[in-house]
């Protein structure tokens, strides 16, 4: 079972309810494995002190040139295919600009002198831990690079296995949202009361649409606002998951990383509301699979 | 001319809430170099246009890059395209997975039926627009593209092409959440950074990252402390923080539900609540454009 928390719009609440949820499941005696899929700015382990017992580095295979084979000024085959602009020649000799170049190996395939070899470029970290009864799987971008989704993809890929996994997406709809939701069996959005929450809330909604993803939207500091999410969702007809009301108090725990299901216990019953919700919906989803193929 | 790019990591410690107080005043001020050109470049979550109901002048088609396109009456089913391909955008039926697909050629390069082709992406859309805190660009990305770093590299470069022939000095850029591709986009030619940041431990683990990546490009940072009573501890962390740092704070802000009315209301800050705000804005302005 794959849970996807997503939102569009950044500062929302998508970690406060992806933390809090995992732990709803791990009390439970549910084993649980937490993915922070936001790799640029992970901050799962701030609710949930993580012990990393893995560190792994994330590659990007990318290109080497042996001048000595290359051609020289007779041959662009590499200059003229990369569509990156990740090549040029300078003084004679092939020049690669690591960080344009998305390692997709063409220049190796069409270089007629083999002068092509492979190297790595480093996109970050991918780690593994656990946090109490809570595994803990996480990457973190090297500072300056820009690609993200391939370390998006290898976190997911580490905690495959899992039977219930928790994925904190990253905020926006470009390409690392995608990389972070597809696959899930449903995506929990986040949505906050005010303009900006849900003029982002509808670009998110039109993405899982588009990847024809299970989804429903839980409204965060409910209250703060108006109810203008409100008549979307209903407008819509998007499953209205749970509202959690905002308060100063619960804003100030979550500052200090304090986990809000422990100290509030409204908050608590809201999302083990949503968290039962989420699930019974992905069973009968997976039951109605079930029963088509046996007819 | 001179490029200050609102940042801050985390997304919603309020980076478009500043920008537009910000433009607001600085449309009214009389400092030399006349009122910043406006950009936003959070183009797949924008919102600014919010605050500020642009009023569109220019429309343009952002072309991303390119995408492959497999024409199945000529494919031959031979596999080699989904070897090749290192992004896994084949599917097993032979049709390319736009999402996944990055447009390197690679497939159009080894199919010996000549059915994979490229051709161009539409990716977004941006503008040029007139506002009422004076000229904006802004963009739309379409859901899930890839290239938002050079939709952001496109819309900066309209802004500064709108600044030298308005002889404008200043570019006010509302920036991303994150550290990765737009975020870097919108640092080419940044002066300053200005990053908002609010006291809690996330938003402080987060600014740090965008600090580190400001000094990789080399450069200078200052600050606005959000949401500064949410939390004191906090704020004297961050406050010690860019002391230690060097960076400029410029301003405190308390945590107000004025900046919720606003935005609900179609308004900065310091148009809905002057009495409180529109002089703070100015100063932090002047000293901005000073910097």
Known sequence: ?295 | MREIVVLSGKGGTGKTSVTAALAVCAAKSELPGGPPVLADCDVDAADLHLVLAPAVLERHEFIGGDKAAIDAAVCQSCGLCREACRFGAIDEAFQVVEASCEGCGVCAYVCPAGAATLGPRMSGDWFLSETRAGIMVHAALRMGEENSGKLVSTVKKAARAEAERLGRDILLVDGSPGIGCPVIASLGGASTVLMVAEPTLSAVHDLKRVHALARHFGIPCAAILNKADLCPELTRELAAFCGESGIAVLGELPYDPAFVAAQLAGQSVAEYAPERYEGLFSEIWRRLAAS
């Open chain 1, 1 to 295: 079972m794959k849970i996807a928390i997503a939102s569009g719009k950044g500062g929302t609440g998508k970690t406060m309810v992806a933390v809090n949820l995992a732990v709803l499941a791990a009390e439970a005696g549910q084993q649980v494995v937490f993915a922070d899929c936001d790799v640029e700015e992970p901050n799962a382990h701030v609710f949930l002190p993580t012990v990393w017992e893995r560190e792994d580095k994330a590659l990007l295979p990318i290109p080497r040139f042996d001048q000595n084979r290359c051609l020289g000024e007779s041959c662009r085959a590499c200059l003229d295919l990369c569509r990156f602009k990740a090549l040029i020649r300078m003084a004679g000799e092939i020049m690669l600009f690591p960080e344009m170049c998305h390692g997709c190996g063409l220049c190796k395939l069409a270089c007629p002198a083999g002068a092509v070899a492979d190297d790595v470029r480093e996109l970050g970290v991918v780690r593994q831990g656990v946090s109490g009864g809570i595994r803990m799987a996480g990457g973190l971008s090297r500072v300056g690079e820009a690609m993200s989704t391939p370390l998006i993809k290898a976190v997911k890929q580490s905690a495959n296995d899992a039977p219930l996994q928790i994925w904190d997406c990253p905020p926006g709809t470009a390409c690392p949202v995608i990389a972070a939701v597809s696959g899930a069996d449903y995506v929990i959005l986040v949505a906050e009361p005010t303009a900006f929450g849900l003029h982002d809330l509808n670009l998110a909604v039109e993405l899982v649409r588009a990847l024809g993803l299970p989804h429903g939207v839980v409204i965060n500091r409910d209250g703060m606002g108006d109810d203008r999410v409100l008549s979307y969702l209903e407008r819509e007809g998007i499953a209205l998951l749970g509202r959690i009301p905002g308060s100063l108090e619960a804003a100030r725990a979550s500052a200090r990383g304090g986990l809000l299901v422990r100290t509030f216990p409204e908050i608590r019953a809201v999302l083990e509301t949503v968290l039962a919700t989420v699930q019974e919906r992905i069973r009968a989803s997976a039951g109605q699979g079930e029963a088509a193929c046996a007819r």
